[in-house]
């Protein structure tokens, strides 16, 4: 026989509209007592049923992602791993459950939004990107339908919720970190050009050269996909300039990995040779060879705080717009050292 609210209700000493509070994590029912009916729904195995509340309540508890392309490329980048780690413990902190979007086009993927929607599937949308072009985008705003972006909108910057970090600053201070190991060939592999993220970039990395004097080569910046095959792709390119850079600036680990495997084959010595910092300080920057000085940009808190912001705005239509920054920091490794002319 399944267990109910009541037998919980008992079991704790409690009123069944305690329960309830309960599972809804009302803030009006203290700690003390949330452990104790916690404690006996663990004891007596009670689960709580979802599709009941949700019915009641016109709410589905579901928040749907929308990744920057297709799932298949979505899991070979341990970024979108690692975002969805804190989406989801974010979520599960106020009961909402997560649903993926699918498809291998653009298109494929706006229709399945659409759906998701429409067919009133979730009750809100997380972006885990920010596009400089974006129907999607359009399409959730017009509807007026609860969102948030995990980046800088290029658009309606005060007018949409979205978790970021300082691109523009990271940048900037990443190239400064080059200089001042006295680096002046300072190259820079970008990903997709319509993703905010590689705009923002691209736009410290000018900055800062500028700042210090150093001319901008269009041929010391390529941009490829954030994959392995990307960055082997683009320092190919660089060694055979006629000058080629002493240091490189990557905008994506994996990226940085496929460069690192082909200046190995080159026989290209890192850092002795050419210096390199990426982005993202995901677990595999450790244990390359050299290991990576990389910007640690907190991952997870990019989801944990998307997933929070996001359910505020469900929770409280009237909740303000705001732009959280999650600060970001240079985790100095093996692969930079000072230019040796």
Known sequence: MAVTIKDVAK????????????????????????????????????????????????????????????????????????????????????????????GKTEEEIYNGVVQMVQGGRVDGVVLLYSKVEDRLLMYLKERNFPFVMIGKPFKY?????????????ATKEVAQYMLDLGHERIAFIGGDLNLVVTVERLLGYEKALRQAGIPLRDDYIIHEEFLREGGREAVNELMMLKEPPT?????????????????DEMNIRVPEDISIISFNNVLMTEMSKPPLTSVDINIFDLGFQAAKSLIQRIENPKEPIKRVIVPHEIVKRCSCSERNE
């Open 11 to 102: 079991a704790a000493n409690v009123a069944p509209s305690t329960v309830s509070r309960v599972i809804a994590n009302h803030p009006r029912i203290s700690e003390r007592t949330k452990k104790k009916v916690r404690e006996a729904m663990e004891n007596l195995g009670y689960h709580p049923n979802f599709i009941a509340r949700s019915l009641a309540n016109q709410s589905t508890q579901v928040l749907g992602l929308v990744m920057p392309g297709s799932t298949e490329v979505f899991f070979q980048n341990p970024f979108f791993p690692t975002v969805l780690r804190g989406l989801s413990e974010g979520a599960d902190e106020k009961q909402y459950a997560l649903q993926l979007t699918t």
């Open 157 to 169: 910057v005060e007018e949409i919720t979205h978790v970021d970090n300082d691109n523009f600053r």
């Open 247 to 263: 240091a490189l600036i990557v905008v994506d680990d994996l990226m940085a990995l496929g460069v690192l495997n082909t200046l």
